[in-house]
């Protein structure tokens, strides 16, 4: 058996290292800015200007103006300031949420008075027409993820916020995933909230932000005169100047599409030489379009714990699903809404790169993972019925 020297780490849906000019920023703003933002002194007019220089580079790699910018301790606490802020407009109860959304979203609107949960097609993607025919007057907000987390499939964003509006409604997107990977502009998506982390983009993590829309009062989940009074608590200004520095270096836009690009190469070739050389690979969204790092697939009836613990053992990292709900015991919500059977569910593995993925990795990655793959294929083919449809 191969066995790769240095891991191959392939689980960057669930985090990304920290770029070195990332771990420099956060020391620095320690070390430098460590006074509270609000008192009004020196050192804490240091530590605001440098919170007002983070805001407005991140607003400026986001499409959007600095003062749109809540701060938030990441992506779930933003997702859980959109539904919280919607549920309280009594005038319009209901929230929509899409089945492909992340589980910590889900968690949270189930908590709501009046939700509904739009469908997906058996491909991944969003039932587009379900999800209109869902939208009314009732409605107060529409939550759907730009990408999804497990897949990779893209959502259909702009059609959405079209039909929210028509009918009053407000677009809120979690753009987590599709935030580093692909553009991502907010004052030209169409939604009217959305949510970002930045250790999904070699940021620090504990550091996320909700994204307003001009004109909208969106109400504090934690009460404070911080952020504008839509945010309580003092601002973590190490993290948000990581945060700063990992968009200053991911998301410019000629350096995003060169990666993008270079990404989908490496992802492609990965699932291409699976394909070729295991029995039984089935790829998860591959008829939509897709994230340019993302891969899920099953190989033959083999649970994803056994692939996962094998291919660890190999040198070879990766995950069965979100990293905040997958545990080798639930098969994905995600796929299960796509029609896929618990037993095929339950099989899922996940690849997903980074910009930081080399061509040498994934050859690693291949060369470690194709004997494994086949060995542990062949160990669970014997006597096997066919999934139940």
Known sequence: MTIVK??????????TAPLPAVVEAVAAAMAGEWANPSSKHGPGDAARARLGSARATIAAHLGCKPAQIVFTSGATEANAMALAGAAARAHRPRVLVSAAEHAGLLAFARRLPDVGVL???????????AAVDAIDERV????VMAANNETGVLMPIEALAQA????????HVDATQRVGKLGFDFSNCGADLASVSA???????????LLVGPGIAWPALLPGAQERGRRGGTENL??????????????????????????TLLRDRLERELARAVPGVEVYGRACERLPNTSCMRFGRVPAEVVLTRLERAGVVASSGSACSSGGTEPSHVLLAMGVPAEAALAAVRFSLSGTTTRAQIDDALAAAVPVLRAAVAEHVQGAPAFAA
């Not at 469908?119 to 027409?129: I, K, Y």
């Not at 250790?199 to 932000?209: E, I, S, T």
């Open 6 to 15: 240095t891991p191959v780490y392939l689980d960057s849906n669930a985090t």
């Open 119 to 129: 469908p997906l097609n058996r491909d991944g993607s969003l039932d587009l027409a």
């Open 140 to 143: 107060s907000l529409v939550s």
């Open 164 to 171: 929210a509006h028509a009918h009053g409604a407000l677009l």
């Open 199 to 209: 250790h999904k983009l070699h940021g620090p993590k504990g550091v996320g932000a």
């Open 238 to 263: 190490p993290a948000i100047a990581g945060f700063a520095a990992a968009a200053r270096a991911v998301l410019g836009e000629p350096a995003l599409l060169e990666s993008s690009a270079r990404v």
